[in-house]
C-alpha cells in the first residue's frame, strides 16, 4: 500500500528525553515530505510548544493540539475546529480537583493558566526554555479569578504521583468529557468531541486523504483514537501496554531512531513493511 499520510505525536514518540530530535529521524521526515507525504504532528501540547519543532521540521500543514480540541494551522496562525470544555462542568471540574488537592494546568484561548506552581508547570517553563517556545503561566490562587480570566478552555491537564488516585479520578470523569492518561502521571481532559481521532478525522478531509493510507506514531493512551483510525498505528517502545496491542508495529523507544528507520523504508520502497519489530 502507498501510504500518503504521517501524524506523529510529540513527547514519548518523536522527542527524547532531552528534548531534542533524533537526527535519523529529522533527516526521514524531511524525506517524505520531498516525496510528496503529507506530514503533521498530534500533541497534547498547545500550539505555542509545538511551533519550534513545526518549523525545525520544515512542516506547513496543520498541526492536531492539546489532545485533539483544535487544530493550529502554522501559515495562516489561525485555530480551527476548536472544541472546548463547557463553561458549567468547568467550574464544577476545577472545584473537584481543588478539593481533592490535585494540581492542574489550564489550557485555553488566552494561554496556559494554574491555581498554585508544580512540578508540570515547573517542567512546561523548562521545556519552553529549552525550545525558545513564546509562552507564558500566570498563576492565579482564587478560582472565581482564575476562571474569569481563562476564556474559553481546550484542556485541563492533572498531575500527580499517586497513579492509584489518578486512574481513579479518570474512571469518575469519563462519562461526563473525555479523560485520557498522556503519560502514568498526567491525565488530560478535554470535551468529549476533543481526540486526536476526531481532530485527524477532520484533518484528513481537509487534506483529501484516507485513513487507511496514514501512519501515525504514538506512545501514550491520549494516541489510542488516533490508532484506532489509521491504516498504520506504530507504537514506541516505552509505549503503554493497551497502545502496544492496538499497534501494527512497534519501534524504538524515543530516544532511539526507529521512527526515521521506518519511515526511510515506507518512502523508499513505497509499500507497507511487515517486520513486527524494528530494533535499531
Known sequence: ??????????????????????????????????????VSLASGRPHQLMMPY????????????????????PITQNIMNPQVL???????????????HFAFTIYSSRGVFTQKASKHTEDLIKKAEVINADISIQVIPAISELLEQTGEVYKVLVSSSDKVALNQLRDALQIHCQADLSAPTKLDITSTSATKGHALTQWLKQQ????????????GDNDAF????????????????????????????????????YLRLTVQEGQKTYQHFFNY
Open 1 to 38: 500500500m502507498k501510504y500518503q499520510a504521517v501524524i506523529i505525536d510529540l513527547d514519548g514518540t518523536l522527542l527524547r528525553d532531552d528534548e531534542q530530535i533524533c537526527s535519523n529521524n529529522k533527516e526521514a521526515i524531511t524525506l517524505a515530505v520531498k516525496s510528496g507525504y503529507s
Open 54 to 73: 513545526v518549523k525545525k521540521l520544515g512542516l506547513s500543514l496543520p498541526i492536531i493540539c492539546c489532545n485533539g480540541a483544535y487544530l493550529f494551522d
Open 86 to 100: 463547557d463553561r458549567d462542568f468547568l467550574i464544577d471540574l476545577v472545584s473537584l480537583l481543588n478539593e481533592g
Open 208 to 219: 483529501n486523504i484516507s485513513a487507511q493510507n496514514t501512519i501515525a506514531f504514538g506512545d
Open 226 to 261: 488516533m490508532f484506532r483510525l489509521v491504516g498504520e498505528p506504530v507504537a514506541m517502545d516505552n509505549a503503554s501496554p493497551s497502545l502496544k496491542g492496538l499497534a501494527n508495529l512497534i519501534v524504538t523507544n524515543n530516544n532511539g531512531c526507529g521512527i526515521g528507520q
